[in-house]
Nanobody, 119 residues
Framework: QVQLAESGGGLVQAGGSLGLSCAAS????????MGWCRQGPGKERELVAS???????KYADSAKGRFTISREYTKDTVYMQMNNLEAEDTAVYYC?????????????WGQGTQVTVSS
């Protein structure tokens, strides 16, 4: 079992920045991959960014150039810096940890944190 503790998020104006962090309770193969998925109003949950234990990073097209994911490997803590936020980024952001590639369909989940971008 892996528990994920999220922090960050909140309300920001369009063009602003926010940071998210997520710490895994234990360092196991269940957190080989860690990342962020989000679910906006009336939308399906989607991948935002992920990072593997080997440092392989994947971004959704909507996040490229604006969001940066990083990882503190000794503590299995993942961070995401979100810049130039847009109203379309408004969603609940969930930290996800998985043995394999993050698909936002399986693995362990954080409690979710609301990000609201006002236009």
């Amino acid at each position: 079992q892996v528990q994920l503790a999220e922090s960050g998020g909140g309300l920001v104006q369009a063009g602003g920045s926010l940071g998210l962090s997520c710490a895994a309770s234990t360092r196991t193969s269940s957190s080989n991959f860690m990342g962020w998925c989000r679910q906006g109003p009336g939308k399906e949950r989607e991948l935002v960014a992920s990072i593997s234990r080997s440092g392989r990073i994947k971004y959704a097209d909507s996040a490229k150039g604006r969001f940066t994911i990083s990882r503190e490997y000794t503590k299995d803590t993942v961070y995401m810096q979100m810049n130039n936020l847009e109203a379309e980024d408004t969603a609940v952001y969930y930290c996800n940890a998985n043995t394999g590639t993050i698909t936002c369909l399986s693995g362990y989940w954080g409690q979710g944190t609301q990000v609201t971008v006002s236009s």
